[in-house]
């Protein structure tokens, strides 16, 4: 499987202007070929192949207006081409139903939240002994190495975001080698808003909600980013101001998927959840809580942790009716409101907490061995019969029996 790592760069700032002019050459290269698949299409000529764009690319170098490309290095051009090509085979898939569809290639902006470049084994990148990145025409760029490589990687990708951060991408090839012991849980989990996660053992993990926390500190710094004047060097620090806060409300988010998931791991052999249509409820009126959660980030990273751990991971189908099946008889009771979080079973009169229920239903989906052992789910209330009330007990006899003194009739 193959794995992504990112650590934080600190380039000096020869080293930001360097990574500028490489991000604007990369992005002209790109423009420059999309515009010419673009006028070939709009003329009824053929579609451009990839080995025209480079040549092209090679004959731009020695004219005067493209001749500063030249200044970095030609492989991240060449990858540049790679990536409109991506671009137009993933919109012809998309078309031809062999993915989800997606737009058609669009041109490049310098204003882009996002910018980056790519240098492959070709570009004679390298890791220092000292433990900086190498990269040619840029220099020893220090990184902040959190964690160690588990293979050597081929190709490092270096982004810069919106909040004017560095990024160098490393995607490395590696197997299940983090096999943990096998163990005895199996649960299933019922992603929601009020709880983020319910367990089918009854373990609730409330949500975070750090967008909504943050609020009045990005309300604040939006506010004040409106009243700068377009333009000038005062929006432009406002802008990486709300742009940081953002970043903080998605490392936060980030960073208690990533422990929630691990811990889930670590703790269970199999783990069960429901494809949830999160694009649909993005259509509703709950829209910025479910983006908030971040379920499918979250999914994610249970199923390649799973693959990669030696653990068993089950997604059910979106139609399976958890919330309308008792789990303890399993009737099917019909659909609920969403005020209704507690509920009595018809059939067997059990009384069932709303998301546990639904948990257990999607472990026994899944095939799992779950059962509602402390998820609250208890039979109703039943009244006494006459012989078996009473409040007074007396001290056992001989015999090990306990005996109650009941109430005599009349």
Known sequence: MQLRYSFRLYPSAGQRMALARAFGCARVVFNDALRAREEARAAGAPFVTSAELSRNLTGAKKTRERAWLG????????????????????????????????????????????QSIRFTANASWRITPGGKLRLPKVGDVPVRWSRTLPSAPSTVTVVKDAAGRYFASFVVETDACEVLPETTPEIGIDLGLGHFAVLSDGTKVDSPRFLRRAEKRLKKAQRELSRKQKGSSNRGKARLTVARAHAQVTDARREFHHRLSTRLIRENQAIAVEDLC??????????????????????????????????????????????????????????????????????????LDRDVNAAVNVAKAAGLAASACGAQVRPAPVPAQRGETGTRQELPTASPRWEQTGIPGR
């Open 71 to 114: 200044e970095v290095s030609a492989v991240i051009l060449q990858q540049s081409l790679r990536d409109l090509d991506t671009a137009y085979r993933n919109f012809f898939d998309g078309l031809k139903g062999k993915r989800p569809k997606t737009g058609v290639p669009r041109f490049k902006s310098k204003r882009d939240n996002r």
């Open 278 to 351: 999160v694009k649909g409820l993005a259509r509703t009126r709950l829209a910025k809580s479910v983006h908030d959660a971040g379920w499918s980030a979250f999914v994610s990273m249970l199923e390649y942790k799973a693959a990669r751990c030696g653990r068993q991971f089950h997604r059910i189908g979106r139609f399976e009716p958890t919330s309308q099946v008792c789990s303890a008889c399993g009737v099917k009771d019909g659909p609920k409101p969403l005020d209704v979080r507690m509920w009595t079973c018809g059939a067997c009169g059990a009384v």
